[in-house]
């Protein structure tokens, strides 16, 4: 075995020594190739088109569908954290019908079918209480995923004791909710309060004012009841007031921050001055009709005329002081004569009476905060904005910011300030959130290369092993054929008598050597062969 490899050996090295270096390169270059064929065609035959069989699972659910899928050996990926389950495409249709036979994924979650399969006489009142408790969370947690916009929501419900006493009050009950809300989704107030009226409805003795609604970004959706915060009159109602201004602003530049970086990229606090400040006046006013002349309406006109003709050479009466022309003692007989003209014009002006009330809640001043994460995640690594970057979102939040401050503030406010400049009232600042969530990686099972470049290494291994054990296996099939041939060509044994001689001693350490040691005999043979 060692001489034939030690043969090969030395063809294979005389072979490739003989080769010019053209042919050595074109040699590598084809079985170079001809890997590369194997490893593209194993992976094009292995790889197969992978869809999702399920989405937005649980832990508890993926669970349950990869131990039922390993038990049907069937192959499959995991995405999205192992929310998603991705299936062979031809194994997909018949995978959903034959899971949702066997009742999965099973989310643990109690409806009211549970009492028709699993009613029994000895079931507590307790136990049926929480299991009925259990039931309706699920029903309105089901119900309330129906209404457009919500994905899913989650509905905890706080029902109080049962009180011995006939006579004793019985408390309210509590329902807090987690909406997981469709992205950039508004809801219309009138969807918020039918949306409170709904569980309301749904669960005994639970009033809407027990009621808590979020969704997963902390945004409440708040009921509005009119005039339930109060007019203002009292520091408490003030102080409810300025929140609910505050929260109103708080919430839409987050949403609108939360856009454009990212929900858990961006932290907003708003500061509010109101001016709860209610004043009652009254104004008269008297306008002319005509502006530009600052004249009236004339109501009523008197005229007055007075002439006078004669001669007077007398004394002049005493107080009348209307003579236009006086006679002196040159010409006694001189006509003397006046007139006078009086004219009494009665105009009516526009007389504007004002009863105002000026509204309180006026917002005189506000201050925006804002923090921003100036990290961002690139290929699984943390890498921090660039100044250049850093300063164009600035020049961006300003001036959304510096829009929502100029519609929010009174135009009084605004008219009373010489420089009103809404950049002075942000604040914005870059660092990384040391609380940030981790962000979930889509971790999808895949093979390596060097794997396939491995596999296509053993199997030209293997074949060629397989090659030479069969090139070794028939040249030992032809010496064993030759062995039978040249024993069949040693005479039978001849009877001889009890004496012994030298040729039959020869004859028995042949064959002794011919049972022991077949090859060094094949040998011998060989060598009187050629000897002959």
């Not at 929501?153 to 004793?168: C, D, H, M």
């Not at 003709?309 to 002081?321: C, K, N, R, S, V």
């Not at 005479?491 to 001889?496: L, R």
């Amino acid at each position: 075995m060692n001489e034939t490899i030690q043969k090969y050996k030395a063809k294979v090295v005389e072979f490739w020594s003989g080769r010019t270096k053209s042919q050595k390169i074109g040699i590598v270059g084809g079985g170079v190739a001809l890997l590369l064929i194997l490893i593209i065609s194993t992976t094009l035959l292995t790889s197969s088109n992978m869809v999702p069989l399920y989405n937005d699972l649980s832990l508890q659910e993926s669970g349950q569908l990869t131990e039922e899928l390993d038990s049907r050996g069937v192959k499959y990926e995991l995405s999205d954290g192992g929310t998603t389950i991705l299936v062979p495409e031809a194994q997909a249709d018949k995978l959903l019908v034959d899971l949702a036979a066997q009742g999965l994924p099973n989310s643990g979650q109690i409806d009211y079918s549970f009492f028709s399969d699993n009613v029994s006489w000895g079931m507590t009142s307790e136990e049926r209480q929480i299991i009925e408790l259990d039931a309706l969370q699920t029903e309105l947690s089901e119900l309330i995923t129906t209404i457009d916009g919500i994905d899913d929501a989650k509905v905890l419900i706080n029902r109080p004791k049962e009180s011995v006493f006939v006579g004793e009050q019985q408390d309210e009950s509590t329902a807090s909710i987690v909406l997981n809300t469709s992205y950039n989704h508004q809801f219309e107030q009138s969807e918020i309060q039918s949306l409170y009226h709904l569980v309301s409805k749904a669960v005994e003795n639970l009033p809407t004012e027990n009621i808590v609604i979020m969704n997963q970004y902390s945004e409440y959706y708040d009921l509005n009841q009119g005039n339930s915060i109060g007019n203002g009159s009292t520091y408490v109602e003030q102080q409810n007031i300025k929140k609910d201004i505050e929260r109103d602003l708080q919430r839409r530049v987050q949403r609108m921050l939360g856009t454009m970086v990212g929900q858990d990229k961006v932290v907003v606090s708003v500061t509010t001055d109101v001016d709860f400040t209610v004043e009652n006046r009254v104004e008269e006013l008297v306008e002319p009709v005509d502006v530009e002349t600052m004249e009236g309406l004339p109501v009523s006109v008197e005229r007055v005329t007075e002439t006078y003709a004669g001669i007077d050479g007398g004394q002049l009466p005493e107080g009348d002081t209307d003579i236009p022309e006086y006679l002196g003692e040159e010409d006694p007989n001189r006509l003397s004569e006046y007139e006078t003209v009086r004219e009494t014009i009665n105009n009516e002006f526009n007389r504007v009476r004002r009863e105002i009330v000026e509204s309180p809640y006026q917002v005189r001043d506000i201050g925006i905060q804002v923090a921003i994460d100036n990290t961002v995640e690139e290929d699984g690594d943390t890498v921090t904005l660039s100044e250049a970057e850093l300063l164009a979102v600035e020049e961006d939040v300003q001036s959304i910011l510096s829009s929502i401050i100029e519609t929010s503030i009174s135009s009084e406010v605004i008219s009373e300030e010489e420089i009103f400049n809404p950049a002075d009232k942000i604040h914005i600042a870059f660092q990384p959130f040391s609380n940030e969530p981790s962000s979930t990686t889509n971790t999808t099972l895949t093979i390596p290369t060097w794997v396939y470049v491995l596999g296509a290494i053993l199997v030209i291994v293997i074949i060629l092993l397989i090659f030479l054990l069969a090139r070794n296996r028939k040249t030992e099939e032809q010496w064993v054929h030759s062995e039978e041939t040249m024993e069949q060509e040693i005479p039978e044994e001849v009877s001889i008598p009890e004496v012994e001689t030298e040729s039959d001693m020869r004859r028995k350490q042949l064959e002794k050597l011919a049972k022991e040691k077949p090859e060094e005999f094949s040998k011998l043979i060989r060598t009187w062969i050629s000897e002959d």
